[in-house]
């Protein structure tokens, strides 16, 4: 079974956008065991979509289209698959009825335009996303092939491609050999450090050939070390996964902070909540990122109580009493985290303050960072840690979230026992 | 002149690694006025590159490869080369010179694969980057066409593009025109209400086809119409954008909040600091992301005093003063705004309350979001509106940021005159 991708969109080709969809489905395709030799970018022009559409059902047996379902001018995907098919579109009642509910439940009034992605090639069936987007997919059987079609917007195309067509492709596939993946997080160690103490693991694995680990480094989202099995079935392969885990975990230790999709926010988290500790936080070079990222993650509120983001100076001395003095110090961040306990009543504090850039401050340079924790019943008093991270103004705010959430994990790792509980 | 773009490496394929290279290439060709219909990504595959270089060069003029130059197994591309060229592969010498220099300024010994990359094929040039990376780029000419290669380490690419390959290129094509585009970025209307706002001015452009208009949704940056044309030089282009600017303009009013890169964050911090007022926010369902965003933009400080982030609701009673009672409400975001401007010292409070979802909260759907603004000496105390926004919970806190900051936006346009000046 073959797969390739088409995106659809001039902006593509400007590089206005760039493509990260087919980077994605790809991804997709590769653990469900399904080979994929091309992706194309075309852009909005009929003809040469057409051609994209035809060459690359000519060299595989299914073909995803992504993007140019939208309700404008240059939204053409829907007449080019029609014409490939050699039918007319035609309105789906259904899709149209779900669009207008969309806009009712918004209290908004529908476009006429909007009308259109309600229309289906004759022979073509949509798949209706799980979200109330208003654009559904397609799937258009062509011969003994299959084109499908899904909307260029990243988390719609997500849905539908995860829950439609990856198991419809499996099923035509009489895929029976799994792949499945599993991802370690880990913070605390370079990808040459990691690569050290996994050394003679990696060595093992290249002559059993399965599974198989990789390194994929991604900033503010630590080092990922992602485990690749292949088995029989699911079941299989998640036996190779579980063992690798276990054998991975004993040389990584404390680096590794959680799995797959677990970030360090739920990481932290959790830990709190187990405790049954409250987090308050106090931020100056952040700007509220480090209670914006926990918050991402529902049931954050059992935990945050909140974040006083003091960006001005005076904020720091007025609402958290950070003495008179340099804000960017060991002393300021110390009673920004008392601060942020005080003020927001919660068990923990934690801190950031420092320079993100482009200019220094206080004499520092850029990426100077200073964190600060309050342990509260469970300390003596602030601590704090000073760091230099790399990267511009963004970057290092960035980074700043996963190294001052990764130092408030390890103290707390550190605390023994089944603490705060009752 | 067409030229397309064809990336190689099976990373790409599997999502391991984005594809920026073709996004780059492809605007460099639009700003130099050569039209690129197509960009391929191809694997690691002999047979496959060869069929995806055979195939762009049958549809364009001109082809670009990015990736597979260098010193290990998988990089083919040389040689995927010489067999569409029909020759064999030879030693460049002073190639090979150069790579041995390189090392030997590192100190380092030369790995004799490296020499791998000083073979090129018979009649094709190499391209020595400007850096002293290892693998040069090469110019194929192929009967009337030629095909680049160039290294897919995106600096060393971007050295040998700008360089080498687009003056190449231009010479080639004769080219004297180039295309410029201008992005208008709006807020408070959907993609199809636009477009039927721009329906007469899209018909009188598609008669005349110079310049164009394009729509793009990008979510929580609003939606953009980009508008693109093609001059004889900068200086024609750049004269046509204007004038189509001050077209949209007058068609799309204060919908139109920046332009290009500049976005709603920036917009609002050079109102409010034209207008020498600071801002304080109060954040529930956004925990922080709208202080975060604002942070964003350099110079933020001169305007943004801070956030209070109270994501537990006894922190809006304590803090921020919100009466008891429900705190999904006008009530309680008045409140909070006018408790910003309290307790940050704020000349304006900014204040959103909501639910992010999943679940509902004080009998309000996933979606419900209030938002308060206090304009202080400039209103008439605090005011408020409901909104209902769509999509998940990360969707919801993030359209709560663009919705509450075009909602200021509004009133300060409301507001008459140069106000708040001393």
Same mark, same amino acid.
């Given at each position: 079974?073959?797969?390739?991708?088409?995106?659809?969109?001039?902006?593509?080709?400007?590089?206005?956008?760039?493509?990260t969809n087919s980077s994605w489905i790809g991804e997709q395709l590769a653990l469900a065991?399904?080979?994929?030799?091309?992706?194309?970018?075309?852009?909005?022009?009929?003809?040469?979509?057409?051609?994209?559409?035809?060459?690359?059902?000519?060299?595989?047996? $299914?073909?995803?289209?992504?993007?140019?379902?939208?309700?404008?001018?240059?939204?053409?995907?829907?007449? $080019?698959? $029609?014409?490939?098919?050699g039918v007319d579109l035609e309105l789906d009642d259904e899709v149209a009825a779900r669009i207008e509910a969309m806009f009712g439940s918004r209290g908004r009034r529908m476009p006429m335009n909007n009308l259109l992605q309600a229309e289906v090639?004759?022979?073509?069936?949509?798949?209706?996303?799980p979200f109330p987007g208003t654009a559904p997919g397609l799937l258009c059987p062509i011969g003994d092939k299959v084109l499908y079609a899904v909307p260029g917007v990243p988390y719609e195309m997500r849905a539908i491609v995860e829950q439609a067509i990856i198991p419809d492709l499996r099923a035509r596939a009489g895929v029976t050999a799994t792949i499945r993946s599993r991802t370690l997080r880990t913070w605390g160690e370079s990808e040459s450090g990691l690569a050290e103490r996994l050394a003679g693991r990696i060595k093992a694995l290249d002559? %059993?050939?399965?599974?198989?680990?990789?390194?994929?480094?991604?900033g503010i989202e630590g080092l990922k070390v992602r485990i690749t099995a292949k088995g029989s079935d699911d079941a299989a392969a998640d036996a190779l996964l579980d063992a690798e885990e276990v054998e991975l975990r004993a040389l990584l230790g404390e680096l590794v902070f959680g799995l797959d999709d677990e970030n360090m926010e739920q990481a932290v988290l959790a830990m709190l909540e187990q405790r049954g500790l409250t987090l308050g936080l106090a931020e100056s070079l952040t700007g509220g990122l480090i209670a914006a990222r926990l918050c991402d993650v529902p049931g954050a509120s059992a935990v945050l109580r909140g974040s006083i983001v003091a960006y001005a100076s005076d904020v720091k001395h007025d609402v958290l009493g950070v003495p008179e003095g340099p804000v960017v110090s060991d002393?300021?961040?110390?009673?920004? %985290?008392?601060?942020?306990?005080?003020?927001?009543? @919660?068990?923990?504090?934690? *801190?950031?303050?420092?320079? *993100?850039?482009?200019?220094?401050q206080e004499g520092h340079e850029p990426g100077t960072v200073f964190i600060?924790?309050?342990?509260? %019943?469970?300390?003596?008093?602030?601590? @704090?840690? $000073? @760091?230099?991270?790399?990267?511009?103004?963004?970057?290092?705010?960035?980074?700043?979230?996963?190294?001052?959430l990764g130092a408030l994990r390890q103290q707390l790792l550190g605390v023994d026992g089944p603490v705060g509980l009752g």
């Open positions: 079974m073959r797969c390739e991708v088409v995106a659809v969109g001039t902006e593509l080709l400007l590089g206005q956008i760039v493509d065991g399904i080979d994929s030799y091309f992706q194309t970018k075309v852009g909005d022009n009929h003809a040469r979509i057409v051609a994209a559409f035809r060459q690359a059902l000519e060299r595989s047996d $299914a073909v995803i289209v992504c993007g140019g379902l939208g309700p404008t001018q240059d939204d053409i995907t829907r007449q $080019a698959i $029609a014409e490939v098919m090639p004759v022979g073509a069936t949509a798949i209706l996303d002559v %059993a050939g399965n599974p198989t680990i990789a390194f994929l480094a991604s002393t300021a961040v110390e009673a920004m %985290a008392a601060g942020a306990r005080r003020v927001l009543g @919660s068990d923990i504090g934690l *801190a950031v303050t420092g320079v *993100a850039g482009p200019d220094g600060g924790i309050d342990l509260g %019943a469970l300390g003596a008093g602030p601590t @704090s840690l $000073a @760091s230099r991270l790399p990267g511009d103004r963004q970057r290092v705010r960035e980074f700043t979230v996963i190294t001052a």
